[in-house]
């Protein structure tokens, strides 16, 4: 970690971020190249509707609780002791989801829910099955990396981790190109396997890159204190059910759009465009772990809100002038291969996202200084208020009919993060407030 006492810069502050975005860039497009060659193979309507809108979000709320260990291991993996305690807890849950992922995936629970909860539609329910157990190891992979990934990130080794994602992707590349071109395996269940070659892939190379650190540089004892199971659940537990709560919004969507006109169609865009708006989201959203590395330092306050703004402001525009071009069509018609249909209603779709990057770059630098200021309940709240805004927009869409799912998925989207975000500014009013007199600097606001 750098001196506490030094003063911070912008080109420090990029140093940091731009491993991490390029990790999330890359994780980023993982989705996308998914989509490349599913929509190229046979069904590709039920194919891109079963793994994007059904395997996907259940296996991502499932993995909910453990998403956040990645900012708990950066902001408190301080010494030798801290880092075994973080490890224990990390494969205690993780043992316990991939039971409960198994449970799920090898009994009658799956197609149960997916058919009398989420009203899929039957012909995505079988392959979405297959896939579902494929994705087993998923989350205990997943958590073990991004517990790792904190360390890293926390002793200047972001590097590392722009490097794991890229051999993920190449991993996720290798096995799509080998099951498009050599075996014939249905879509859903390739893309599958492509996930769970790259994420298994990952978690072994953070395994290996961490050891150095923790043989030399992470100190026996820290001046912080010892972390306690008590202070370490305080912290996390509100994180925890953070992430699980946004992830549990995937499931409703999928459910919502379920119920709505044309909802093959708006099921199989749907993830299509998430996959395009997540890559401009990326760069915002590595920008969380890079206030929690650097609020300690001298004038962070003023610095770290600064380059929030600019990011904010970068990535919307980015998205709305793909969104005006041709580069549109370009993505989705040319490149991720979907019929004329499912373009235009992509390209459709497109305007509602625009403001969403903005919103995940504002929502990286206020909840990163409340997670400094350890109020981490303030970021279960918002997430509360993102549930319960997008609930009302999608039962609204449910009650009215007439309107394609896809519209109002997307409109519930971006009416819950424009309030999360409104929510995290009010919030985190005193941590900000008491960093700014810490850095006798003039008061900075983040326009929201």
Same mark, same amino acid.
């Given at each position: 970690?750098?001196?506490?006492?030094?003063?911070?810069?912008?080109?420090?502050?990029?140093?940091?971020?731009?491993?991490?975005?390029?990790?999330?860039?890359?994780?980023?497009?993982?989705?996308?190249?998914?989509?490349?060659?599913?929509?190229?193979?046979?069904?590709?309507?039920?194919?891109?509707?079963?793994?994007?809108?059904?395997?996907?979000?259940?296996?991502?709320?499932?993995?909910?609780?453990?998403?956040?260990?990645?900012?708990?291991?950066?902001?408190?993996?301080?010494?030798?002791?801290?880092? $075994?305690?973080?490890? %224990? #807890?990390?494969?205690? *849950? !993780?043992?316990?989801?991939?039971? &409960?992922?198994?449970?799920?995936? /090898?009994?009658?629970?799956?197609?149960?829910?997916?058919?009398?909860?989420?009203?899929?539609?039957?012909?995505?329910?079988?392959?979405?099955?297959?896939?579902?157990?494929?994705?087993?190891?998923?989350?205990?992979?997943?958590?073990?990396?991004?517990?790792?990934?904190?360390?890293?990130?926390?002793?200047?080794?972001?590097?590392?981790?722009?490097?794991?994602?890229?051999?993920?992707?190449?991993?996720?590349?290798?096995?799509?190109?080998?099951?498009?071109?050599?075996?014939?395996?249905?879509?859903?269940?390739?893309?599958?396997?492509?996930?769970?070659?790259?994420?298994?892939?990952?978690?072994?190379?953070?395994?290996?890159?961490?050891?150095?650190?923790?043989?030399?540089?992470?100190?026996?004892?820290?001046?912080?204190?010892?972390?306690?199971? $008590?202070?370490?659940? %305080? #912290?996390?537990?509100? *994180? !925890?059910?953070?992430?699980?709560? &946004?992830?549990?919004?995937?499931? /409703?969507?999928?459910?919502?759009?379920?119920?709505?006109?044309?909802?093959?169609?708006?099921?199989?865009?749907?993830?299509?465009?998430?996959?395009?708006?997540?890559?401009?989201?990326?760069?915002?959203?590595?920008?969380?772990?890079?206030?929690?590395?650097?609020?300690?330092?001298?004038?962070?306050?003023?610095?770290?809100?600064?380059?929030?703004?600019?990011?904010?402001?970068?990535?919307?525009?980015?998205?709305?002038?793909?969104?005006?071009?041709?580069?549109?069509?370009?993505?989705?018609?040319?490149?991720?291969?979907?019929?004329?249909?499912?373009?235009?209603?992509?390209?459709?779709?497109?305007?509602?996202?625009?403001?969403?990057?903005?919103?995940?770059?504002?929502?990286?630098?206020?909840?990163?200084?409340?997670?400094?200021?350890?109020?981490?309940?303030?970021?279960?709240?918002?997430?509360?208020?993102?549930?319960?805004?997008?609930?009302?927009?999608?039962?609204?869409?449910?009650?009215?009919?007439?309107?394609?799912?896809?519209?109002?998925?997307?409109?519930?989207?971006?009416?819950?993060?424009?309030?999360?975000?409104?929510?995290?500014?009010?919030?985190?009013?005193?941590?900000?407030?008491?960093?700014?007199?810490?850095?006798?600097?003039?008061?900075?606001?983040?326009?929201?």
């Amino acid at each position: 970690m750098a001196d506490s006492g030094s003063r911070l810069t912008t080109g420090q502050v990029f140093r940091t971020w731009w491993p991490l975005a390029a990790s999330w860039i890359l994780m980023a497009l993982e989705g996308p190249l998914q989509t490349i060659f599913v929509a190229r193979m046979a069904d590709p309507k039920i194919h891109l509707a079963a793994f994007g809108s059904l395997v996907l979000p259940i296996a991502m709320l499932i993995e909910a609780p453990i998403i956040m260990l990645l900012s708990a291991s950066t902001a408190l993996s301080v010494d030798v002791s801290a880092y $075994r305690k973080i490890r %224990r #807890f990390t494969h205690g *849950l !993780s043992a316990a989801l991939t039971a &409960l992922h198994a449970v799920i995936a /090898l009994t009658p629970l799956f197609p149960l829910f997916v058919v009398h909860v989420l009203h899929a539609p039957a012909e995505i329910v079988e392959p979405a099955h297959i896939g579902f157990i494929v994705m087993i190891p998923w989350t205990w992979s997943i958590a073990y990396r991004r517990f790792q990934q904190g360390v890293l990130i926390r002793f200047g080794r972001s590097v590392s981790v722009g490097v794991g994602t890229l051999i993920r992707l190449a991993a996720n590349g290798v096995v799509l190109a080998l099951g498009f071109t050599v075996f014939e395996i249905p879509g859903t269940t390739l893309a599958c396997l492509a996930v769970m070659a790259g994420v298994l892939s990952e978690a072994a190379y953070a395994g290996i890159s961490v050891r150095p650190i923790l043989r030399t540089a992470l100190p026996r004892t820290s001046e912080l204190g010892a972390l306690s199971t $008590r202070s370490f659940l %305080r #912290f996390y537990v509100p *994180l !925890s059910l953070t992430s699980l709560i &946004l992830m549990g919004i995937r499931p /409703l969507l999928s459910a919502a759009v379920g119920r709505m006109p044309n909802a093959l169609d708006s099921l199989a865009v749907l993830p299509v465009i998430n996959g395009l708006v997540f890559v401009f989201q990326s760069v915002g959203a590595a920008y969380n772990e890079v206030v929690i590395a650097h609020l300690d330092r001298h004038q962070a306050s003023v610095v770290l809100a600064r380059f929030a703004r600019r990011l904010a402001f970068g990535t919307a525009l980015g998205l709305a002038l793909l969104t005006a071009t041709p580069l549109a069509r370009v993505w989705f018609g040319t490149i991720s291969g979907l019929d004329a249909s499912l373009m235009n209603l992509a390209r459709s779709g497109m305007w509602i996202t625009v403001p969403l990057p903005a919103f995940a770059a504002l929502q990286s630098h206020l909840q990163g200084v409340i997670m400094h200021s350890q109020r981490t309940r303030s970021i279960t709240e918002a997430v509360f208020v993102y549930l319960a805004s997008s609930v009302v927009v999608l039962e609204i869409g449910v009650a009215v009919g007439g309107i394609r799912g896809v519209f109002v998925a997307l409109v519930s989207m971006v009416v819950g993060e424009f309030l999360r975000t409104v929510w995290f500014f009010w919030r985190s009013r005193g941590p900000r407030r008491i960093l700014r007199e810490r850095d006798g600097g003039k008061p900075v606001t983040v326009e929201v």
